[in-house]
């Protein structure tokens, strides 16, 4: 071996050793933070703008979408070199893995805009929590949406007490305390459980250590948006 592969290899072990040490006591994650959250001039494309601004910067997304004015914005061949070198997304979407609702569409946004997670009935499990922690923390999101939307298969699935194979079935556990919530609730019994669950997982998020610090210092929002398959209009539930 000679002195310049051991010295690359010292190296290699003490960063190892060091990142070993730093997810103990936290460091690690404010070093990925402080890292990941410099780009070059050309990708800083997300605003400096509040969470409630970033919330509306959604909302007018949607109604492009709804009102057939999309601009299709940062979908460029230009845009794709530039967020291949860093991303920060403005905001992040906890959505349901249903077909119809793509979550750049129905905002009219493009690459490098929205971090987006997906999974059947928009359920917060811990590894979603933490891809959304890592959003927030590290790449910067502004604002947490959790995208329900309307006549949700998982959703009903679990009202009707369906059985189900496979891991299937983990989703609907999940849901059930929704539904259960929901049940008393006048009006459509679909509809009112789709968005208990919306709000369930929007305190669940809103549990997190992690979140919950970035919302106490005005930095991130979590709010619950629910899809109208129908017309695709987007309203926050509270």
Do not use: W
């Not at 061949?77 to 860093?86: F, G, N, W």
């Not at 927030?136 to 009707?160: N, Q, W």
Request: hydrophobic share 40%; proline share 3%; charged share 20%.
């Amino acid at each position: 071996m000679n002195r310049k592969t051991q010295k690359g290899n010292l190296s290699r072990r003490t960063l190892f050793k060091f990142g070993a040490g730093a997810i103990g006591t936290g460091v690690l994650t404010a070093g990925i933070g402080s890292k990941l959250m410099v780009s070059e001039p050309a990708v800083a494309q997300q605003k400096d703008i509040n969470p409630e601004q970033a919330l509306q910067s959604l909302i007018e997304g949607n109604q492009r979408f709804v009102t057939r004015k999309r601009r299709n914005p940062n979908q460029t061949q230009t845009r794709l070199v530039e967020v291949a070198k860093a991303q920060k997304p403005f905001a992040s979407i906890l959505g349901c893995a249903d077909s119809r609702v793509p979550s750049e569409i129905v905002f009219d946004q493009g690459l490098g805009d929205l971090f987006v997670c997906r999974i059947a009935g928009n359920v917060a499990t811990a590894e979603e929590i933490g891809s959304l922690e890592f959003g927030s923390l590290v790449l910067g999101s502004k604002v947490i949406m959790v995208l329900g939307h309307e006549r949700c298969g998982a959703v009903d699935a679990t009202i009707k007490g369906a059985q189900v194979p496979g891991q299937i079935g983990s989703l609907i556990d999940a849901i059930k305390p929704s539904v259960e919530k929901s049940k008393n609730l006048p009006g459509d019994k679909l509809e009112n459980a789709c968005k208990a669950n919306i709000l369930m997982q929007v305190e669940k998020l809103k549990a997190s250590s992690v979140l919950s610090q970035l919302i106490d210092a005005g930095k991130l929002k979590v709010v619950g948006g629910y899809y109208d398959l129908d017309n695709g209009t987007v309203t926050i539930v509270s």
